[in-house]
């Protein structure tokens, strides 16, 4: 997904920081390469750093059936950032329903960063894990989407050049 990209982009359009033009052309260039947020926030955040949460909205009821744009409409956006806990894996995203407060952000952030710190060589928070464990999710569909994923990072870490990156990858395969 770039939809976190998409918002820092906006972000900064809207408060001048860039202008359209700049929009247009960084849009680009992330489409052509088929950048994704995990690649470049992975190349911009260090261990333990995380963005402000941003409005996003992930169900665009364009893309639903006919039947269900009524009901995508009345979904919430929701607030999300991305959190890299350290210097060999990519970040992974954090989402909340609504925009938390300045002292409960810090308070959530500082208990996912310190759980994901908990299985070593792991970096993700040790209470999804347990509860994929018990969600049951088959290891040939688990197998099969770490796969993809895999390789298309790899691809792109090999695309971007960058000697850094791809020691991340072969150290995280």
């Known amino acids: 997904s770039t939809s976190l990209t998409w918002a820092v ?3 900064l359009v809207s408060t001048g920081t860039i202008t359209e033009r700049a929009r247009r052309t960084l849009k680009s260039e992330i ?3 088929d950048l994704h947020d995990e690649l470049l ?3 911009i955040l260090d261990p333990g750093e995380y963005l402000l949460p941003l409005k996003v909205t992930k169900n665009s009821p ?17 607030h999300s950032t991305m959190m890299k ?6 970040p992974f995203r954090v989402e909340f329903i609504s925009q938390p407060a300045d002292a409960e952000l810090t308070s959530i952030i500082g208990l996912i960063y310190h759980t994901a710190l908990l299985l070593p060589n792991y970096a993700f928070p040790v209470g999804i894990d347990i509860a994929d464990k018990y969600a049951k999710i088959p290891d040939w569909l688990s197998r099969g989407v770490s796969a993809q994923l895999a390789a298309s990072i790899f691809k792109k870490c ?7 990156l791809l020691q991340q990858m072969r150290t995280l395969l």
């Open 9 to 11: 982009l906006d972000l």
């Open 31 to 33: 489409k052509k390469f």
């Open 41 to 43: 926030f992975g190349c």
């Open 62 to 78: 364009h893309r639903a059936r006919d039947r269900w744009q009524g009901t995508i409409r009345q979904l919430p956006p929701v």
């Open 85 to 90: 806990t350290s210097s060999y894996s990519f």
């Open 158 to 164: 090999i695309q971007s050049g960058d000697v850094r």
